[in-house]
């Protein structure tokens, strides 16, 4: 894939199909599996150092964009956007659908507090969760919950997109997406 970039502010990019000799670029909108999709996933909190969080999105037409605040030593915001090919939608869809997450229900999860809190949202084709938890530090934390199982697939899924995430920061922009 061939990446271009254009404003400076923002940094968007442009990801089109690989060309073959004589043929023209191909754009195109992508629909992963012909459905539509939405992913949108917040963590964060307000502490000492003020309201510091992670989000990141991706829509059907490819766009991802990602935001990193943190206040840490005097950090700015980071903000990247980015589109995307349909491969990688596609990955991100099998990502969700081997996680299973879209068979859990949040209702029995604990509430977000003042340590922070998360909120995953996704929408697949016809299918549409929207979870809110608090912030998860690590898998031994999941089990004093009401339902450690649902909590168990909502974190390992959030590792696995925080991480394919970050990849593709660090492949389309060759930095470090933590500052």
């Given at each position: 894939?061939?990446?271009?970039?254009?404003?400076?502010?923002?940094?968007?990019?442009?990801?089109?199909?690989?060309?073959?000799?004589?043929?023209?670029?191909?754009?195109?909108?992508?629909?992963?599996?012909?459905?539509?999709?939405?992913?949108?996933?917040?963590?964060?909190?307000?502490?000492?150092?003020?309201?510091?969080?992670?989000?990141?999105?991706?829509?059907?037409?490819?766009?991802?964009r990602y935001a990193n605040n943190s206040q840490y030593k005097?950090?700015?915001?980071?903000?990247?956007?980015?589109?995307?090919?349909?491969?990688?939608?596609?990955?991100l869809c099998r990502i969700i659908e081997d996680s299973e997450?879209?068979?859990?229900?949040?209702?029995?999860?604990?509430?977000?507090?003042?340590?922070?809190?998360?909120?995953?949202?996704?929408?697949?084709?016809?299918?549409?969760?929207?979870?809110?938890?608090?912030?998860?530090?690590?898998?031994?934390?999941?089990?004093?919950?009401?339902?450690?199982?649902?909590?168990?697939?909502?974190?390992?899924?959030?590792q696995d997109l925080r991480s394919f995430v970050i990849c593709?920061?660090?492949?389309?922009?060759?930095?470090?997406?933590?500052?």
């Amino acid at each position: 894939f061939s990446v271009e970039e254009g404003e400076k502010e923002g940094r968007r990019a442009t990801v089109s199909a690989p060309q073959r000799k004589g043929e023209e670029e191909e754009q195109f909108t992508i629909m992963p599996l012909g459905q539509e999709f939405y992913l949108r996933y917040f963590v964060g909190h307000k502490g000492r150092f003020g309201h510091e969080f992670i989000e990141f999105e991706f829509t059907s037409d490819g766009r991802m964009r990602y935001a990193n605040n943190s206040q840490y030593k005097k950090e700015k915001m980071i903000r990247k956007e980015v589109f995307v090919g349909k491969e990688v939608l596609q990955e991100l869809c099998r990502i969700i659908e081997d996680s299973e997450i879209l068979k859990e229900d949040d209702s029995l999860w604990p509430e977000p507090d003042k340590v922070g809190k998360q909120e995953l949202e996704i929408v697949l084709g016809d299918q549409h969760i929207s979870f809110r938890t608090l912030k998860i530090g690590s898998v031994s934390q999941l089990q004093d919950t009401k339902d450690p199982d649902g909590l168990r697939v909502f974190h390992y899924l959030i590792q696995d997109l925080r991480s394919f995430v970050i990849c593709l920061i660090s492949l389309h922009f060759k930095l470090n997406p933590f500052g």
